[in-house]
């Protein structure tokens, strides 16, 4: 199993434009999120998914959208870029329990300029 | 509502000697908890979760923490430090509902030779 794989690795972008963060996971799980992890602070979480063709918000949504097709994909859209949207944004999945692990990716570094 | 208050942000010790960070809660009722670290540029792994069973927690690398209903606190320890284990930590409680897992800020460990 590969796990959870994201791409890119690092990106910087212009203020106002657009890209897709992408996420793919191998482990059938149900459960995936989106989070933002910005200098010396906890993740915060962005948008949430419980399966396929479902997904809400975090607690810090405004400025993305996503989509869940799939059970294996969830990308994670910056329509307008900002460079308050500078940060590491990780991908992560469980497979359904509160109590199962979380498993993660190696993350995205995002650069507004 | 949860929370989590991770004491230290930098823990600094000499290799070979104990290891301890600092972890209050705060919830409305039992909690799950759980430790995760984050080695420079890299993903999140799981350390170790406590979920209601036996008070003291092991975990990978030589980890363990304990919970303590009535200090309302989940400290991680290990007996002796190695240089690998220079890493961020973060305490992580869930939240209200199934989806949400509440960060602390994160304690950076700073392993001197």
């Known amino acids: 199993n590969a796990g959870v794989t994201q791409t890119p690795k690092f990106r910087i972008l212009k203020i106002g434009q657009s890209m897709t963060l992408q996420c793919t996971q191998d482990m059938n799980h149900n459960y995936m999120y989106w989070y933002r992890q910005d200098p010396g602070m906890g993740l915060k979480l962005i948008y949430y998914?419980?399966?396929?063709?479902?997904?809400d918000k975090g607690e810090v949504p405004n400025g993305y959208n996503v989509s869940r097709s799939t059970t294996e994909d969830f990308p994670l859209r910056l329509e307008l870029a900002a460079p308050s949207q500078t940060s590491v944004y990780f991908c992560?999945?469980?497979?359904?329990?509160?109590?199962?692990?979380?498993?993660f990716g190696p993350g995205t570094r995002l650069t507004v300029l | 509502a949860q929370s989590v208050t991770q004491l230290d942000s930098h823990v600094s010790v000499s290799e070979g000697t104990p290891v301890l960070l600092r972890c209050n809660y705060s919830?409305?009722?039992?909690?799950?908890l759980f430790w995760y670290v984050q080695h420079p540029n890299k993903g999140l792994q799981l350390l170790l979760k406590y979920t209601s069973a036996a008070t003291l927690v092991k975990g990978i690398n030589g980890f363990e923490a304990e919970f303590k209903k009535s200090e309302t606190s989940f400290h991680l320890t290990k007996p002796s430090a190695h240089m690998s284990d220079a890493a961020e930590y973060f305490c992580?409680?869930?939240?209200?509902?199934?989806?949400?897992?509440?960060w602390g800020a994160g304690t950076k460990l700073i392993i001197k030779p």
């Open positions: 998914s419980v399966g396929a063709g479902i997904t």
């Open positions: 992560a999945s469980r497979r359904g329990s509160s109590t199962d692990t979380q498993y």
């Open positions: 992580v409680v869930r939240g209200d509902s199934n989806y949400q897992l509440i």
């Open positions: 919830s409305s009722y039992s909690p799950s």
